[in-house]
Every structure is written in C-alpha cells, then in structure tokens.
C-alpha cells in the first residue's frame, strides 16, 4: 500500500501515526484511571463513570460560556479554570453518592454495577432535559487551535498534544498520591486488609469516600480534556464505557502502571488496525484480541494475584 | 409443624402460583386485550425468557452475564434467517440481480448464498440452532472462563464486551447480516403467514407454551441436588469445591441453560415481532434484561416472568405518556431495586403478602374451605417428589 | 348533507388538483366560509378511517426520546407547523386536520408498535414518520399489511419502492450523482476518498458515489472506508488522507462521530476553505452543524436539496413561520424541510382523489405538484418520490450554508438506478 510514496512520505506516516495512537492513549488514561482507582481499590463497578466524565465536560462548556460572556480578556485561559471545576463538581457529586448509594453496597459487587446503571440512566436523562439533546462543543481559545508542523506532513495538533500532557501529569500525579503519600498508604492498607487498617486506626469509611470521590473528580478532569477533541451529549459517556472497563480488567485490576501498560497496548493495536484494515473491523479485533487474551489469562497484565 | 408439612405447604402453594399464572397468560390477558396489545404482551414475555435464564444463573448461581442479549440476538437471527430464506425466494425477489438470496445481500452485491445461510433452508436445523448456536458459544465462553475461575464483575465485564463485538460485528457485515436495520420484512413460516392477527395470536399461545416449558425445566433444576449445589456454590464457592464438586461444570451447565432460555426467546420475539436487529443485542439491551429479573426478584422463577411483564408493559405506558420520565423511572428502579428490594417483587410478597396468606389460608383450612382446598391439593399431587421451598433464605451479605 | 352529495361529488373535487394548484386556494376559502362544501363523510372514506364530518386524524410517528430525538425532533415540527398551516387554510375536503402522535424510542420494534397502533386504533388517514432506515424497515411491513401511507422524509439509500410509502426526501442518486458532477467539473476534481459511519445508507451511497467516480467518469477513488456509528477517534483515517491526498473527501459521517470528525479534521491541520482537500458531505445539514459548531466546518460543501438560506419567497415564508412557532434560534435542515412537504402533499393528494381512501390516493400521485414548497417547484414521480434539484452548498463560519450550485433541472428519482447496482 505504500507503493509510489517516498520513504520520507512514509516514514512522516509513521510518526503520524504513532501520533495518533498516542492521542487515543491519553484518552484511555484518562478515561481508565479514575476507574482504575475506583475498580482497583475499592471493588466497585463504577458504570456510571462515563456520565461522570460528561458532567466534566458540560462543567467546561459551561465555563467557557461564562468566560466568553463576562471575562473575554482571560478567554485564553478558562481551561485551566475549567479542569479544576471540574474536578470539584465530580468530586463532590462523587462524594454524595458514595454516601447514598455504595456505601451500601460494598460487599455486593454486582449490585454497584446495577445501581450505577440506574445513576448512568438518570444523569443522561438530567443532561438531555438541561443541555438539550444536541451534542454541544466548547470553544477553544486561539493559541489550543492548529497544529504544529514539524515537516510538511508531519503536524501534531495542539490540543492533542494537550491532552496528552494533561493525562501524563495526571497519570503521574496519582503515582504520587498512591505510593509516595500518606493518603495512598491508608488506600493500599484498606485495600489488602480492611479490619486490620482500621484497627490500626485508619478511618476506612473516611478512605473509601475520599477515594470514590478522586476516581469521579479524576473522570470529570478526562471528560474536560475530552471535550477538546470529541464531543459532549447526554449519551457520549456510554460510548466508552466497555472500552475502558475492558482497559481496566486487562491491565491487572489493582495495578496502576497495569492499566496505563494496557491503554497503550490497546490504543496502539487499535489505531495502527485502523490504519490497515478500517475503523470497525480493527475494533472488532482488537476487542476479540483483548478478549481473547482475557480468557487465557484472567487476572490481567500485572495483576498481583487472582483470587476470585 | 414439622418439617415435611411446611414443605407440603410450599409446594402446594407453588402449585396455586403456577396456575395462577397460567390463568392469567392464557385466560385472562387473551379475553381482555385486543389482538395488538396480546402481542404486545407476547413481546414481553419473550424477555421473561432471558430473565429466567439470568434467575437460574445469576441469582441461584452467582454468575451475573451482562451479554444474554448476544444469546437472545442469536436465537433471534437464526429464527430470522430461516424466515428470511422462506421470504426470498426466487419468485418473490425476481426484480434482484441475484434472486433468490436475501435483499440485502443483493444490494451489498452477493451474488450467492454464504455458506452459513444455507442449512437455514431446513426448518429442523433451524430449531436445532436457535437453542445450539447460543448454547454453542455459552459453552466456549463457559469453559473458558470458569475452568480458570474468572467470575463476578471480571466475567461480567467481559460478556459486556463480547455483546459489544458482536453488535459492530452484525453492524459492520451488513452483506451477510442485514446491518442495523437488521433482518426485516419476514413473513411466513413453512407457508403460514405470521402477520395476521391469527397468527399472532396462536404465536402468543405458543409463546406461552414455551414460556412454561422452560419454567418447569427451571423448576426441576432447581428442585433437584443441582439447584442446591448452584446455590451453595454461590454461598461459599469453595467449599463447594472441596466437597468434591466440579464448580467449572456446574457454572458452564447453568449459563448454557441461560443461554438457551434466552435463545428460545429470541427466536420467539422474531416470530411474534416480525423482524431482528442488532440493537437486541448491545450493552444497553442486555443490562435491561438484567432489570427485569432484578425486579421479579433475583431468586424467584416466576418473578422473571412478573418482572419481564411488569418493567416493559411500565416502559410502553410511560413513553406514551410521559417519554421524558421513562429514564428516571427506569434508573430510579435499578437503584431502588439494588438498595431497598434486593430480592425484588418475590421477596417483597414473602414479607408482606404471604402472612396474610398463612392467616387466610389457615382460617379456610379450619373451616375446610373448598375453594383453597382443591386449588392446592391438584399440584401437590403433580409435585409430590419435591421437597424444596421456591425461595430460599438469600442473604444479600455475600463476599 | 344528503342535500350536498350531489352538488360536491368526488368527481368534481377530483379535477381541483390537476396541476393547477392556485384553484386549490379558492377552494380553501370555499371550505372555510362553508363547511357545507366539504363532501360527506361516507363518500370519501370507505374505509373506516378516523374521519368525521369536521375532523380527520393523522398519525406522527418520530423519536422523541432516546439517540434519534435529536435528529427527528426537526420533522416533527415541520409537520405540526404544516398541519396547522393546512388547519388555517380550511383543513383537507373541509375537514380539520388532528394528529396523534407516537413516540418511536429511536427503537425499531416501537416503532412497528407504533405504528400498528396508529393504523388499528387511530385508524390514521396518514403517517408522517420514521427517519432512520432502520426504523422505516421496521415499520414498512406494518404500513404494508394494513394498507396506511407512510410519508418519510430523510434522504435515504434508496433501493425500496413500496406503495405505501411516500419519500419526501432524495434517495441516493439525486444527492450523489449531480454533486459528484459538480465536484468533478466545477472543481476539477479527479481523486476522491470516500469515508462514512457503517451502516446501511453510507454504504450505499459510496457504492453509488463509487460507480459513478469510476465507472461513468473515469476517475478514481482512492479510499473507502467505514467507522462504527458513535466512534470519535479518526486520526487513522486523517492520516490515510493525508497519504493518499485525495481532491475531495466524500463524507457520509453521521451524529456524534461527525463532532469529532470535523474538530479532528482541523486540528490536524485542514483548513476547509482552502479546499486542498475540498470536503464534499451528504450528512451535514445545518442541524448537524449547531453540534459540531460553524467555525469547525467552515468551508465544507454539502449536497443537499434544500438549505435554509434558499432564496425564494416561498422559503422565507417558511423560515418566518417556523421561526415564529418555534423560536429565533432554531435552524431548519434538509430533512426537516422535507418533512414539511409530508402533510401538504398528502393534502394536494386527497383533494385530487376528493377521498381520504388509501388506495383511491395512491393512484393520483404519480403527477402531484406542490408549488409553495420552501426547496421550490416538487413533483411527485410515479415511483412515489420526489422530483427536486440538487444544490450545493458552501458552509458559513455563523451555521448557514451558501448555495453555490443548483442543477438546472428536476433530478429524476431512480431509487434502483441501472448500471450503479
């Protein structure tokens, strides 16, 4: 298929299109690490976690109406604005249904699946009756727009490159959070063993909320960074919710460096098929792949062990 | 009272469930709706067949599939194929560039048959597979993932993706599967026109013929050892296991006897609707069945069929009449199910129904009352063998 | 009224539609100062259908709820706003027009539900509905069986041709021949890439788009390619683009994944109106463009019969109207457009016919003209489509689009078109 091109022209397709599988990884990361926090650590079938990260993105579009309309000067910056809102708009909604809802629920996986089904269901519906259900698209200030044009062929658009930078800080952030704070230590204690850390003293209902809460604010941030390069309706978070469960469980559910290892495994497979063979049949394959790799190999990437 | 006595008194009284039942799929529902709203229930109880399935293996064995659509959809299209190969031939599709083969092939430009079309020309193979293919790929998901002990959310996780490949599968081979629109346009069946009023209507009767068919091969399941060792393997799996129990075995046998429930269904909801699609089969359609076992109660047989009717009928009046409400209603219910009603409607008439039933039924028995009497004495008679209570003691507060 | 039979009899009303359509305005005022001239019910409905001496019922069956809402919610209002249009000028035969309207769920089964109920029930005298392909397979079977009229609007893959049904909208060949013509002419394009989501009418239209580029004139086609409904990620694709650098991208990308699409598009560095490549779609209608946003389409061609920014009075009639009934902000696409023609041709029909009867009406289609639709002239061909122009239009940084081509002629409906099959 590369018949009549320069090596050149070829080799700029390559970068191009590792490029591109890079873009659908930070995607992934984003989408997978609020969830792999929330799956990982705490057990919990977040489904539920797309709708999240539409509020995210509605939070953003709303800021950036606010921002057009009073303070035009700082247009250029409402981003950030707009990420830390919301995180703390997920965050807080997070926190509320932890305290409605799983906590409730904690001994019975399943049933979290199903009653953050039935939240998914209701937050789609509150969007379609506020928002309309139209897709809506935020607009970006100036300098976020175009690409850079390393060479004629080869250009890396500016708010993919963006993305991609938001979900590495966050990818890292969270590194940091759970092993190198106090925080992530009482996580990690919770997790391998709830009676002993809350006999050592450890607040265990205090940990779970608080990390039930980072998982949902964490979605809202990808929804935010999300709604840069796709778009934002009441349904759009369904889209990628087998996506990025699948991510999840492949990566090794309780493994962090697991989950970002297979969102690249997966985005890269999916966008160089995409490439070859066409959008459906590549994801067809690389599900059947994922899959198939799932059967023969059930606890994932790096799981520490399965016992289930 | 002792103990076979209480049972006696569970297993007439199921007896009075089963005919009550009856009594109102075959008498009632047909003398008071018209031939459209009569489908309309046939179209749900088709879904009572999934939920069945999802009682047998998620609430009796713990094994939640979020992908029983895909074996719903499968028995579906096989149905459909079949009808769609009666629909085509070669007099009726003359105006093709190819007659004889399905119009969707036509316009994808087949010119022949694919060779997993053709034994769909024979309606015994047809039957063969609505129940063998879903059973088919039940077993190799079955045995690949519970020989090697995956189960809870990770296999619930991954029968969710495998509803999602094959819906963009369906979708993306439309030459051979009709795409999104489906199998459509379907007619007879061995020259019997199933559009009629009249043939919907016995298509309901057969419906419900089935629909009691599977009911008694999950009853007898569940009253038989196997039933018990379902639901201790779904208490303490391993202790199951080192009892000497091939776990694997049993799960693989519960979820392909999910899967034919819900292929039987399927091939039903074409026959009784007309037509197959793709969106039987996604995440979305799939997790919706899981409701309506949720709601009949996770643990009770006949609660799948309350539940199927209850939820869709529910569905059908509230986007008539207030299509905004129907998400929230529908997510109020998931939630409110899971956190207030674990063992759903079932459960819910065990608390509160049934000890007014013991008051009733203990008065009328004092006084000898016929009416009570005969009604419970003639299944009793037909399930003298069992012993065990419909619902069980379930506590919610499993690891 | 047994008085009247005499004086009005179907015959006579027959004759009012014979192309000339102004006498159907004295007819309106005739029906509405006398009610007395409308023909008694028993001669023009013999067919049980839900039509008193004041009153006849129709049906509306779009999504309301669910995923399609979004893109049907627009010919639900054009058909309510062309019913009391119809009401106001006298009704159908003296009769009011009232509807009954159903929701099909963006779910096929309900929609064949649905429509049942409205044919058994409601006993509609018409069905103006469905909009996807899927859920008009769906329902074409029961519009079959028992003998109703289905008034479908959206440009669709063609290949059907049921008497039961009238296609308001284009089928495949009168989007795609004329613009691929323009694009090859106007444009001198010579290399196309044809990309669209994976479903049945994308996949027709680029077989179509195919044939014509390669077969009718010699020109090449040097992709094809389909992502599933819903996807967002295209840098794949963009990238093959920029490989195979294409004269034109032929886009058939629908509903969500057109978002991301068009946002993808741009940040890799196209600039539309710099037409290298020139992106020619036929699913972008200006409804389209409120989700995607003017400012990420800018520049984008799109083959269409009917834009809002038409130039003619009978459009900016219908712009005014519709604005009016439903607000300044709203936008009016192609397909809403189309469903506006629904009820008021099945008006010009029945009062050709002088019945409501289904079947009395079928024969008079073939013929049927409509003067005051807001695309311009439309007549009905004899396949039960619609004769109307193929325009181009230029999409605008404000959401509108530019007409920058029309074809001289009424494109001829061929929904089995010979040599493309």
């Known amino acids: 298929m590369f018949d009549g091109y320069t090596t050149s022209e070829v080799m700029s397709i390559f970068a191009m299109q590792g490029f591109a599988g890079l873009s659908l990884f930070s995607v992934f990361v984003l989408m997978a690490l609020g969830l792999a926090i929330i799956f990982g650590q705490m057990g919990v079938i977040n489904m539920a976690h797309g709708e999240f990260m539409i509020l995210g993105a509605y939070t953003t ?116 959070l759970m092993y190198r704070s106090g925080y992530g230590t009482k996580v990690r204690a919770v997790v391998q063993n709830r009676p002993m850390a809350e006999a050592v003293g450890i607040n265990s209902a205090g940990i779970d909320r608080a990390t039930f809460a980072l998982g949902c604010g964490i979605a809202g941030v990808a929804g935010a960074a999300f709604t840069m390069i796709g778009s934002t309706g009441p349904s759009s978070g369904q889209a990628y919710i087998v996506d990025t469960f699948l991510i999840v469980v492949f990566g090794g559910a309780q493994s962090l460096i697991g989950t970002i290892v297979s969102a690249f495994g997966i985005s890269q497979a999916q966008s160089t098929m995409e490439f070859f063979m066409g959008g459906s049949m590549a994801k067809v394959l690389t599900l059947l792949v994922v899959v198939g790799i799932l059967m023969l190999r059930p606890e994932g990437l790096m799981a520490l062990k399965v016992r289930r | 009272m002792n103990n076979s006595a209480l049972s006696k008194w569970f297993v007439s009284r199921e007896g009075v469930y089963y005919l009550l039942l009856a009594l109102l799929l075959v008498v009632i529902l047909p003398l008071v709706l018209d031939p459209f709203r009569l489908n309309m229930v046939g179209k749900y109880l088709t879904y009572a067949f999934v939920a069945l399935g999802l009682v047998m293996c998620w609430g009796k064995a713990g094994i939640l599939s979020l992908g029983q659509g895909v074996f719903f959809g499968l028995g579906g299209y096989c149905m459909a194929m079949f009808l769609k190969l009666e629909a085509s031939s070669p007099e009726n599709t003359a105006i093709q560039s190819t007659p004889g083969i399905p119009d969707f092939m036509d316009w994808n430009q087949l010119t022949e048959l694919p060779w997993f079309w053709e034994p769909f020309h024979s309606f015994s193979f047809t039957l063969l597979a609505v129940i063998g293919v879903p059973v088919l790929l039940a077993f190799i998901i079955g045995f690949a993932m519970f020989t090697r002990r995956v189960g809870g959310v990770y296999f619930a996780i991954i029968t969710q993706a495998i509803a999602a490949i094959l819906t963009i599968l369906i979708i993306g081979q439309q030459g051979f599967t009709g795409g999104i629109n489906g199998i459509t346009d379907l007619q007879t069946l061995n020259g019997w026109d199933i559009r009629t009023d009249e043939a919907r209507t016995t298509l309901y009767f057969i419906c419900v013929g089935m629909l009691f068919l599977c009911l008694f091969v999950a009853r007898l399941v569940q009253n038989r050892k196997l039933g018990r060792i379902l639901m201790a393997m779904n208490a303490q799996e391993n202790r199951v296991r080192f009892s000497g129990y091939d776990v694997a075995a049993f799960k693989i046998f519960v979820f392909c006897l999910a899967a034919a429930f819900a292929g039987v269904g399927g091939a039903m909801f074409t026959l009784l609707v007309g037509f197959m699609s793709p969106s039987f089969i996604g995440i979305v359609a799939s997790i919706e069945m899981v409701i309506f076992c949720a709601l009949g109660g996770r643990l009770s047989i006949l609660g799948a069929v309350y539940g199927a009717l209850i939820v869709n009928a529910a569905k059908s009046g509230f986007s008539e009449s207030f299509p905004e409400l129907w998400p929230f209603a529908m997510g109020a219910l998931f939630i409110g199910v899971v956190l207030a009603f674990p063992d759903g409607l079932a459960g819910l008439y065990r608390s509160y129904v049934m000890p007014l039933e013991d008051r009733l039924f203990r008065r009328d028995k004092d006084k000898g009352a016929p009416v009570a009497g005969t009604a419970a004495s003639k299944p009793a008679a037909a399930n003298e063998n069992d012993d065990e209570p419909v619902i069980d003691n379930y506590s919610p507060e499993k690891s | ?234 840098n794949s694709v963009i990238n093959k683009i920029k490989l195979r650098k294409p004269d034109v991208i032929f886009a058939s990308v629908v509903g969500g994944s057109n978002v991301a699409f068009y946002k993808q598009m741009k940040a890799a560095g196209f600039d539309f109106t710099e037409e290298d490549p020139l992106l020619l779609t036929i699913s972008v209608t200006e409804d389209e463009i409120r989700g995607i946003g003017g400012e990420n389409v800018e520049g984008i061609y799109a083959s269409m019969k009917y834009f809002q920014s038409l130039d003619n009075p009978n459009n900016e009639e219908f712009v005014a109207a519709f604005k009016e009934a439903y607000g300044d902000d709203m936008v009016i696409g192609d397909v809403t457009q189309a469903a506006y023609l629904g009820p008021w041709l099945w008006k010009a029909a029945v009062e050709k016919a002088g019945s409501f009867d289904i079947d009395k009406i079928r024969e008079e289609f073939a013929g049927i003209e409509f003067n005051k639709a807001p695309e311009g002239y439309v007549r009905i061909h004899e396949n039960h489509h619609l004769w109307s122009k193929t325009r181009i239009g230029q999409a605008q940084s404000d959401g509108q689009y530019k007409v920058v081509y029309e074809t001289e002629e009424l494109m001829e409906p061929d929904p089995f078109p010979e040599g493309y099959q």
């Open chain 1, 61 to 176: 579009y709303l800021t950036s109406g606010f921002f057009q309309s009073y303070l035009p000067s700082l247009f250029g910056g409402y981003f950030f604005i707009a990420m830390i809102l919301a995180f703390l708009v997920c965050a807080a909604l997070g926190a509320l249904v932890e305290w409605l809802m799983i906590r409730r629920l904690y001994h019975r996986p399943l049933d979290t699946l199903l009653a953050t089904w039935g939240l998914s269901l209701i937050m789609q519906q509150a969007y379609r009756s506020i928002f309309g259900a139209r897709e809506v698209g935020v607009e970006l200030p100036e300098w976020m727009l175009g690409a850079f044009n390393v060479t004629d062929l080869v250009q890396l658009p500016i708010n993919g490159l963006f993305v991609m930078i938001i979900a590495l800080l966050i990818a890292g952030g969270l590194y940091l």
């Open chain 3, 1 to 234: 009224m047994k008085m009247n039979k005499q004086s009005t009899t179907g015959g006579t009303t027959g004759r009012w539609g014979l192309g000339r359509f102004k006498l159907l305005a004295a007819s309106l005022v005739l029906a509405a100062t006398a009610n007395a001239a409308a023909p008694p019910t028993e001669e023009v409905n013999t067919t049980g259908l839900a039509v008193t001496d004041d009153t006849v019922t129709v049906g509306i069956l779009h999504s309301i709820t669910g995923t399609m809402a979004i893109s049907e919610i627009g010919s639900v209002q054009a058909e309510k706003l062309a019913i009391s249009q119809i009401n106001e000028a006298g009704g159908v035969l003296g009769r009011q027009v009232e509807y009954v309207q159903e929701d099909g769920a963006s779910d096929w089964p309900t929609f064949a539900e649905k429509a049942r109920k409205l044919l058994r029930q409601d006993n509609v005298a018409a069905i103006f509905g469905a909009w996807t392909s899927a859920s008009r397979k769906a329902v074409l079977p029961v519009i079959e069986q028992y003998n109703g009229m289905l008034y479908y609007p959206t440009f669709y893959e063609g290949l059907e041709q049921s008497p039961n049904v009238v296609y308001t909208g284009q089928e495949a060949t009168q989007q795609i021949l004329a613009s691929l013509n323009w694009a090859a002419e106007e444009k001198g394009a010579k290399t196309f890439y044809l990309l669209g989501s994976d479903y049945i009418w994308p996949r027709t239209s680029n077989k179509i788009a195919r044939k014509h580029i390669e077969d009718m004139r010699g020109l090449k086609v040097v992709g094809e390619e389909y992502y599933p409904l819903g996807h967002t990620q295209f």
